[in-house]
């Protein structure tokens, strides 16, 4: 299985950004989903995951009315849209998958656990 994210870059306080991650070599329809990140000097952690059973989403407090996951299975891509962003949320982003069977999406985001893991694209939030 491959994930590959994209649409990282920098953006100016208040901006907005949408990262894709294309997956290959898998069905996405199996796996929950997740967004993941690692800002300067701290742990990666997860900020959103969704459920492969019910479409269920977590979303970590600091994120939470301004970034919307999303899938499109038939396209196997997953999106993080990324709204009012500040500088906190400069950080190396990286999408993950993990076997439905395995974990629930909450543990997922909570424990920084998954089979599958892409190799980040950077976001940079500065004036």
């Known amino acids: 299985a491959q994930l590959v994210e994209s649409g990282g870059g920098w953006v100016q306080p208040g901006g907005s950004l949408r990262l894709s991650c294309q997956t290959a070599?898998?069905?996405?329809?199996?796996?929950?989903i997740g967004w993941f990140r690692q800002s300067p000097g701290k742990e990666r952690e997860g900020i959103v995951c969704?459920?492969?059973?019910?479409?269920?989403?977590w979303y970590e407090d600091s994120v939470k009315g301004r970034f919307t996951i999303s899938k499109d299975d038939a396209a196997k891509t997953v999106y993080l849209e990324m709204n009012s962003l500040k500088l906190e949320d400069t950080g190396l982003y990286y999408c993950?998958?993990?076997?439905?069977?395995?974990?629930?999406?909450?543990?997922?985001?909570?424990?920084?656990?998954?089979?599958?893991w892409g190799q980040g694209t950077q976001v940079t939030v500065s004036p």
């Open positions: 993950a998958l993990s076997f439905r069977g395995i974990r629930t999406h909450q543990e997922m985001c909570a424990t920084v656990s998954a089979d599958y």
């Open positions: 070599g898998l069905t996405l329809e199996y796996y929950h």
């Open positions: 969704i459920s492969g059973i019910d479409g269920a989403i």
